[in-house]
């Protein structure tokens, strides 16, 4: 086993999340036009990767948070939100996103994968209050019935238990 120490912890390469497959500039622009951000307040990101999604929503306007487990891209999205001058908006945390609590955000967006949509399905369930935004790319939520989908990126939004 491959082990690294980043800041006095090790970590193990294989634990460290999906493959990252950045979401293109256009995508994001997408995915930010999706949500009426005018009442929204806190957006995070799952597994926000280089936090492209974050700063490009923290430059809308809200307070952006981005979960991810692999600490080089950690320290990468750091940067890039320091060099668009956003580090009072955007803030990212090296965190597994299933140990996060979701409780506090407005928006969601994310780029899961397919095999881990049905169980952030049952996270959003439980730590979501009602009428949260999700904007997922590409891959759906398994029961839920998205409010608007275009270009294989769909919108939902929570409802009531």
């Not at 750091?78 to 956003?86: D, F, P, V």
């Not at 899961?112 to 399905?121: A, I, Y």
Request: aromatic share 12%.
């Amino acid at each position: 086993m491959f082990l690294i120490k980043i800041w006095g912890y090790a970590y193990p390469y294989f634990f460290w999340g999906a493959i990252d497959v950045p979401t293109t500039e256009k995508r994001v622009e997408q995915m930010v036009g999706f949500l009426d951000l005018k009442s929204a307040k806190k957006a995070v990101d799952l597994g926000a990767g280089d936090g492209r999604l974050i700063i490009a929503l923290a430059d809308a306007g809200v307070e952006a948070h981005g979960y991810e487990i692999n600490p080089f891209l950690v320290l990468k999205a750091r940067k890039n939100i320091r060099e668009a001058g956003l580090e009072k908006k955007a803030f990212m945390h090296l965190k597994n996103l299933w140990r996060a609590d979701l409780a506090e955000f407005d928006v969601v967006v994310l780029y899961g994968m397919r095999h881990m949509m049905r169980k952030l399905e049952k996270k959003f369930e439980k730590e979501l209050k009602p009428g949260v935004k999700i904007v997922s790319n590409y891959f759906t939520l398994p029961t839920w019935k998205p409010e608007r989908v275009e270009d294989n990126i769909c919108l939902y939004i929570k409802q009531q238990a």
